[in-house]
């Protein structure tokens, strides 16, 4: 399994980014699953709704399962964030793994960045940024080896990542 990761600020793109990797990456046979770090308390069922029900009554793990999907959902006992390691072994092995959000993992990590944020950028400081996307690559504000791909040519990220994908190979007993 490559696992990448995808940082940036809220608001400069990933999501979209990711979405459209997705697409195109399936487009060329390869499958992949994703993990997206959320910020605030969020939920994914509604009150009333028999998961809601069971999680209100204190279970620790819910799962539905239909003929076609299948979500867990899982009560801290204790509040504390998850490393992205610790939800990877939790990931049925794919060819691909997006990891959006967790910027500061130890994971190879393609940075997202908008100058019209302005935000300034991780890569200059950050060892696992393998690569900028970006939506004005003359606007970077300091110079880089790593490669810069516009956010808008998708299939270009997407030949890197499978010309490179080697370095993407994740192995969970160095991780685990």
Same mark, same amino acid.
């Given at each position: #399994?490559?696992?990448?990761?995808? @940082? ?11 979405? +459209?990797l997705i697409i195109e990456l399936k487009a060329?046979?390869?499958? =992949? ?19 809601? +029900?069971?999680? *209100?009554?204190?279970?620790?793990? =819910? %799962?539905? $399962?239909?003929?076609? +999907?299948?979500?867990? %959902?899982?009560?801290?006992? =204790? ?11 939790? #990931?049925?092995? @794919? ?18 960045? +908008? ?14 940024? $393998?690569?900028?996307?970006?939506? $004005?690559? *003359?606007?970077?504000? *300091?110079?880089? *080896? ?7 040519? =998708? ?6 990542? #499978? ?14």
């Amino acid at each position: #399994m490559r696992v990448v990761g995808f @940082c940036g600020p809220s608001g400069v793109g990933k999501t979209t980014l990711v979405e +459209r990797l997705i697409i195109e990456l399936k487009a060329r046979g390869q499958r =992949v699953s994703v993990i997206k770090h959320a910020h605030k308390t969020f939920d994914i069922d509604h009150p009333g709704k028999d998961t809601w +029900r069971h999680r *209100q009554a204190g279970a620790f793990e =819910v %799962m539905i $399962a239909s003929g076609h +999907r299948l979500a867990k %959902m899982r009560e801290y006992e =204790v509040q504390g964030q998850p490393t992205v390691h610790q939800l990877i072994a939790e #990931m049925v092995p @794919c060819d691909w793994l997006l990891v959006e959000g967790f910027k500061h993992a130890d994971i190879p990590k393609v940075e997202v960045w +908008r100058a019209a944020l302005g935000e300034p950028p991780m890569y200059p400081d950050e060892p696992y940024v $393998a690569a900028v996307a970006t939506d $004005a690559p *003359q606007a970077l504000p *300091q110079p880089t *080896q790593r490669p810069v791909f516009e956010m808008a040519d =998708v299939p270009a990220l997407a030949s890197w990542l #499978m010309d490179t994908a080697a370095r993407f190979d994740y192995d969970p007993e160095i991780h685990g």
